[in-house]
């Protein structure tokens, strides 16, 4: 069978589409059903009246993200406890981020508005004219310069000031990880920021901390009791890199779980925990 022109340009497309749908939605779920359906109408539509397929694809996802997102904001307004961003596992997923996004800027993408945080990812992060994410919007250029003024403004709050090394970060998560296990309070308190922050996702499936706990002598605390009740039944399975942040996914009681830490100036400053098994499949694949 000659292979299907059509079929060829979006699986060129496909992932940075994939890449768009999971930025915009915070889930690779819901990014692969976006996709499907961008797909679906690729293949219903005439192709051939479409002079920039790359455009066109881009155009359909964004607004299908736009339409989810609405109702996903709802659905997080009663989601027990606190919503986290699907964990990516790197480098197997490397190909959802060479947009240099982490988890942290993930987080800070939540507080903006839907078509805040379409006019930043679509301008600043993918490389669209302001004209083009106008057009995708059903905003005026002037309206989306103004919006995308906006959401940089909350992002820049948010932006890591640099990057770790990947064999320092592997150290801070094993001797992290450790001091947990074991209770270690000199070991916690020489790793954590006097602010640092504790948030955690289990989506009501399993076992969680439904508010951010803050201070580092209330985690000290907390990873101490964590030690005494737990600590013969945690397991670090191994280190890796979640969207960007150092972490590792480990189990506590048999309920597997991924940690990413925040890190400023060799200190931790936010543990985001990832246990809702809705979110860990991608983990259970690697």
């Known amino acids: 069978m000659p292979p299907d022109p059509g079929t060829d340009i979006f699986q060129t497309q496909r992932p940075r ?32 009246r479409v002079e920039v397929p790359a455009a066109w694809l881009t155009r359909i996802v964004s607004r299908l993200c736009l339409d989810q997102m609405k109702s996903a904001r709802a659905r997080r307004e009663t989601y027990p406890g606190t ?18 996004l982490t988890f942290t800027l ?20 993918f490389g669209q004219s ?59 308190g020489a790793m954590l920021a006097q602010g640092a922050t504790f948030s955690a996702d289990g989506g009501g499936k399993v076992t969680s901390y ?7 002598e209330n985690l000290i605390r907390l990873f101490q009791s964590w030690s005494r009740k737990f600590g013969p039944q945690m397991e670090l399975l191994k280190s890796v890199r979640i969207d960007g942040l150092p972490g590792f996914v480990s189990q506590i009681d048999g309920v ?9 100036a060799g200190r931790i400053t936010a543990i985001y925990i990832t246990r809702n098994p809705d979110k860990l499949e991608g983990v259970l694949r690697h």
């Open 106 to 125: 993930m987080m800070a993408l939540e507080r903006l508005s839907p078509l805040e945080r379409a006019a930043f990812l679509l301008h600043d992060v």
């Open 130 to 188: 302001m004209e083009e994410v106008a057009t995708t919007i059903d905003r005026s250029a002037a309206a989306t310069r103004q919006l995308a003024a906006r959401a940089r403004a909350h992002v820049q709050i948010d932006r890591p000031r640099y990057d770790m090394p990947r064999d320092d970060a592997e150290t801070l998560t094993r001797a992290f990880f450790a001091a947990c296990k074991t209770g270690d309070t000199a070991a916690l």
């Open 83 to 100: 919503w986290l961003p699907e964990p990516l596992i790197e480098p197997e997923d490397d190909a959802l981020r060479p947009d240099n």
């Open 17 to 48: 589409l994939l890449r768009l749908a999971y930025r915009m939605l915070g889930s690779r779920h819901d990014a692969e059903d976006v996709v499907q359906e961008a797909w679906l109408r690729w293949q219903r539509g005439d192709q051939s």
């Open 256 to 264: 597997l779980q991924t940690t990413a830490l925040q890190v400023e």
């Open 210 to 216: 439904p508010n951010m706990i803050r201070g580092a």
